[in-house]
């Protein structure tokens, strides 16, 4: 079997495939109104929140877009740390939809500098929310959230945040670290097939969505919370997602929530000890590097698009390109949900024994 | 195991099921490339169109703001006819986007009346689109879309049509009737789990969507197209239900179009004149009836919620209830899909034994 080791979708447990195999059922009925109640209670506990919690089918990106929509209104002034991607497209949805953007940008690889927040927040006038990336999928790198939401909330700000491949696999207490809304996917830490966004609303999100004027259907909060209120969803959801979601919930509460955490550091620095190994380089500095997923460089002479077909076809291992202008010059390893460290072992061996036929020598070493 | 006859999500067929318990996939992979377009190239004979079709991860009514905010801008006129629930909601979205919606309203049970719809283009200046609900679920109409198209292209309008519970299960040649934008879902006449819209936009409606300002961005036709020129999607797609689709899609072709629309008229009949033999009423005009769901007048004197129970508890048939104003004085049976005439025999058998526990004498004719 081909090892999926891209940061998401991520590979399901056979308890979870199973659930999505299951027969459709009326999305209006008990059955699917007592699974419902389950899953959000369940949600509540691993997102460590007494908000709500919402789930929206689509993918983490329609996610990013519920968040813009129900909290901001046009004109409303932004800032937007952003060091990656995904810190981009968190920007160009806020900017479609015509809120005023400060964009806060540090290089790719490197992790949001809590002091230029600081500084953006002290001299900027009529912030009205932060936005940020807690896991940057596209460059490997964890912004220290803590600090940054510490900081938003001396300056009394909305936090809004893209927590997409860290919520369920690396720490992030919703409500202690006081954070606004946050967002994740079902592909990514949870072991579920995509097709659902998951998002937490606090009181103050409540507030701000209560004059926010961006227009919104589909992903509206105030229908989400309507129906919830009723243990359903506005609109026809994943049905099958949501059954999976409710097996690999019930699995993630039983390993329990600090074993997950610890797990994924434990494969992290697995998977960048054994990409040290090999000679290769990190593109993030090990301070902030994440536990769901490592950007390697690619070493100079070697083609990644190569290096990858190599590994897919002679090692059954899919790992993940770079994205925009780092198409080439790094390759990520997914390490996110159902892994251990016997499977990033397979990655590091696979690389040992495919990056020198590409003639990377370093890897001797 | 229990019949599930509502108008969606629908059964799905055990080699369905089976396509959505297989493992994860790269959704940038050679593998869900091929399948993609093998999906789009087989979604395109059931449109009956040479038009773009796409698919989007989310609900139905997040197919319908897909076609209003690609196509429209705020202010832009638009005639929405509408004769129910559905009809409304394509109203409500279009309003919330900004534009300005001339609602051509009609009995619920009634189809839209196509001299009525002339007289409104005639009458009516600056028109720039027509919206219909071609199948309404709420109420068991089919609208007339051949004549109501012609009127509208006469017209030289744009034609935006809500078609989620009548594509693939009646005859709706998008070309031939020259339909700019029609959408439909997976867990309709599909027989898949819900979690993907379709969707295919004509030539015309690119036009539309190249000067429409409505803000967008998960459901950017502009991002579709391109990905789609990759057999890729620009957001992570639900990849289970694309992997059940492929599989209901070949199915479907296998029975073939045309044997498909005729079981679908067959099954329709089924279930009107088996409800009539029971002594009841339907809430729908027989000329207009729909052949993928049944809208059934409650009895005087028969609490419908209280018959659904009975079906669901004593019988393991789910029905589904009225909507908005019609909840408690209708009940409706689903029947597209993976469906035959001996599943709406069982439904009427069912329905002979409950009525009369539930006083309704009627049903001894």
């Known amino acids: 079997m081909e090892e999926l080791r891209i940061p998401g979708p991520t590979p399901c447990p056979p308890e979870v495939l199973k659930a999505m195999a299951k027969q459709m059922i009326n999305h209006r009925s008990e059955e699917f109104e007592g699974m419902m109640e389950a899953v959000t209670a369940n949600l509540k506990r691993l997102f460590q929140t007494k908000n709500d919690v919402f789930l929206l089918t689509g993918s983490g990106t329609g996610g990013l877009e519920a968040v813009v929509v129900n909290t901001l209104s046009p004109g409303d002034k932004v800032l937007a740390l952003s060091s990656g991607a995904f810190g981009e497209r968190f920007i160009t949805i806020t900017q479609k939809f015509g809120a005023d953007v400060v964009p806060l940008r540090f290089d790719w690889g490197k992790p949001v500098d809590v002091e230029a927040v ?14 940020v990336t807690h896991n940057e999928t596209s460059t490997g790198v964890t912004n220290d959230l803590a600090a940054i939401s510490s900081l938003v909330k001396e300056y009394d700000k909305l936090l809004l945040v893209d927590a997409i491949s860290s ?28 097709g659902m966004a998951m998002l937490s609303v606090s009181q103050a999100a409540w507030k701000a969505h209560a004059v926010a004027k961006m227009p919104r259907f589909y992903w509206d909060f105030t229908q989400a919370k309507k129906y919830q209120d009723k243990q359903q969803t506005p609109w026809t959801p994943a049905v099958s997602v949501v059954f999976a979601l409710s097996v690999a919930l019930e699995m993630m509460l039983k390993e329990g929530l600090p074993n997950i955490i610890a797990r994924h550091a434990r494969v992290g620095r697995a ?32 083609d990644s698009e190569k290096l990858l077909e190599v590994l897919r076809e002679e090692h059954h291992i899919e790992l993940a390109e770079g994205q925009a202008h780092l198409v080439g010059k790094i390759f990520r390893i997914g390490h996110l949900g159902w892994v251990t460290e016997k499977d990033i072992e397979k990655v590091i061996k696979a690389l040992k024994v495919a990056l020198p036929k590409l003639g990377f020598v370093g890897a001797a070493v």
């Open 118 to 131: 600081r500084q953006a927040l002290k001299t900027e006038a009529k912030i009205k929310a932060v936005m």
């Open 167 to 194: 919520l369920g696999s690396i720490d992030l207490p919703v409500d202690k670290w006081n954070c606004d809304v946050v967002v994740t996917a079902s592909q990514k830490g949870w072991m579920v097939p995509p």
């Open 271 to 302: 998977a960048r000890s054994g990409v040290k190994s090999l000679g290769l380089s990190l593109l993030a500095d090990e301070d902030y590097a994440s536990n769901t997923v490592t950007a390697v460089n690619s070493p100079a002479g070697v």
